[in-house]
């Protein structure tokens, strides 16, 4: 199955059992079958030689939800890490870690879920704590070797993107966010 020249394969799956079938469709159409590629596969053969220059775009305030970031923290150290740096270096300014004000105990009842979500919304928690998700992607995508071009942000975002030129430090970045 290896191609004489660069080729590209995209699966976008909603499960296991799907991601198995569309690779399975994928491997018996590579190997000359006859039928197309499941809808959510996509394959080409015109790679480009150079990868084509990437931006990275933070989001502002808004876009904090109740467990933002949870499967990924389980998965990818990037996250976790981005997670202990804000609860050590935020200790003083919050009563609690932020942690667990982004990844709260579960909620049993529609009260406590509305009383965390409103925790999560106050700008002076909302804030940091979209700061501390987008450092811990921009390290993923650092260890994977995605390097930006550029990088801009939305209203608060605008300050993700500054972390990410170098221009704040990730404890800075951090202690302006709660700021």
Request: aromatic fraction near 6%.
């Given at each position: 199955?290896?191609?004489?020249?660069?080729?590209?394969?995209?699966?976008?799956?909603?499960?296991?059992?799907?991601?198995?079938?569309?690779?399975?469709?994928?491997?018996?159409?590579?190997?000359?079958?006859?039928?197309?590629?499941?809808?959510?596969?996509?394959?080409?053969?015109?790679?480009?030689?150079?990868?084509?220059?990437?931006?990275?775009?933070?989001?502002?305030?808004?876009?904090?939800?109740?467990?933002?970031?949870?499967?990924?923290?389980?998965?990818?150290?990037?996250?976790?890490?981005?997670?202990?740096?804000?609860?050590?270096?935020?200790?003083?300014?919050?009563?609690?870690?932020?942690?667990?004000?982004?990844?709260?105990?579960?909620?049993?009842?529609?009260?406590?879920?509305?009383?965390?979500?409103?925790?999560?919304?106050?700008?002076?928690?909302?804030?940091?704590?979209?700061?501390?998700?987008?450092?811990?992607y921009l390290r993923l995508?650092?260890?994977?070797?995605?390097?930006?071009?550029?990088?801009?942000?939305?209203?608060?975002?605008?300050?993700?993107?500054?972390?990410?030129?170098?221009?704040?430090?990730?404890?800075?970045?951090?202690?302006?966010?709660?700021?």
């Open positions: 199955l290896r191609p004489a020249a660069p080729a590209a394969l995209a699966v976008v799956a909603t499960d296991l059992k799907s991601l198995a079938a569309d690779l399975a469709a994928a491997i018996a159409h590579l190997q000359g079958g006859t039928r197309p590629l499941p809808p959510g596969v996509r394959f080409g053969k015109a790679v480009p030689a150079q990868s084509p220059p990437v931006a990275f775009l933070f989001p502002g305030q808004g876009a904090q939800y109740l467990n933002m970031g949870r499967e990924a923290a389980l998965y990818l150290p990037e996250i976790r890490e981005a997670l202990e740096l804000a609860d050590r270096v935020l200790a003083e300014a919050f009563r609690a870690p932020l942690s667990t004000r982004i990844l709260p105990a579960s909620a049993f009842d529609p009260d406590t879920e509305a009383a965390q979500t409103a925790e999560l919304t106050d700008t002076r928690v909302a804030q940091p704590a979209i700061g501390t998700l987008a450092l811990g995508a650092e260890r994977l070797g995605l390097e930006a071009v550029a990088s801009a942000g939305h209203s608060y975002g605008e300050y993700a993107a500054l972390m990410a030129a170098g221009v704040l430090d990730p404890a800075d970045f951090l202690r302006l966010s709660a700021v």
